[in-house]
């Protein structure tokens, strides 16, 4: 598999979906306000993780309850604002949220699985190399957006029967960000002398074989 022993290191950027990966997500309905907003557990102690491994940390979020006038933009902004405190309080990082306010019926570039969300960070973070970037979700629509714009993908699920839907876009899966965080973190032992880069290696407890 050519993701073995893949060295991930400042040079690397991390994108994240949002619902369903950093909080929990409302099935069949929006986080239209911050006191809707859960944390799933584990995410902030893996932002911390991240933060010191990664160098660019962003999340791509499709919020289409916006364009269906669920909830406005404000709300959106207010409840990122303090999703990223929380994430700061707890010693961790993220450097910018982008959300696609479109429904999916306008099929816009910006929406996920399309690649404007990306280009976008892009261009805001020069030093963001696709090549060199993750993108952890926990739908095939995130696996797709990463795949289009040549990043490794992960896939975040808990649920094992769905793990072989579409798999030849899922890179590896883990069961949660924590878990996936954590690999990061136990890597293979490097040789002391240098500095410590981290490996992700395909033997995730879940992982797949294309
Ligand atoms: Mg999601």
Do not use: C
């Amino acid at each position: 598999m050519i993701f073995n022993d893949l060295v991930i290191d400042t040079g690397w950027a991390l994108f994240l979906d949002r619902d369903g990966v950093l909080n929990k997500r409302i099935v069949d309905g929006y986080v239209t306000q911050w006191e809707e907003f859960i944390w799933l557990p584990g995410v902030l102690d893996a932002l911390k993780i991240f933060s010191e491994i990664v160098g660019t940390i962003v999340v791509v979020s499709n919020q289409q309850g916006v364009g269906k006038g669920i909830m406005t933009n404000e709300a959106v902004m207010k409840i990122h604002s303090n999703l990223m405190n929380d994430v700061k309080k707890n010693g961790g990082r993220i450097d910018a949220i982008y959300y696609s306010p479109h429904q999916s019926k306008e099929n816009s570039f910006l929406r996920k699985p399309n690649v404007g969300m990306g280009l976008k960070a892009r261009k805001e973070f020069p030093f963001i190399h696709f090549r060199k970037s993750v993108m952890a979700g926990d739908s095939l629509s995130d696996m797709l957006f990463g795949r289009r714009l040549g990043m490794k993908t992960v896939f975040l699920s808990d649920n094992k029967s769905e793990l072989h839907k579409g798999h030849k876009i899922i890179d590896f899966t883990f069961p949660n960000l924590l878990t996936f965080s954590k690999t990061l973190t136990t890597s293979p032992p490097h040789n002391p002398m240098t500095s410590s880069p981290h490996h992700l290696t395909t033997s995730p407890p879940h992982h797949l074989t294309t």
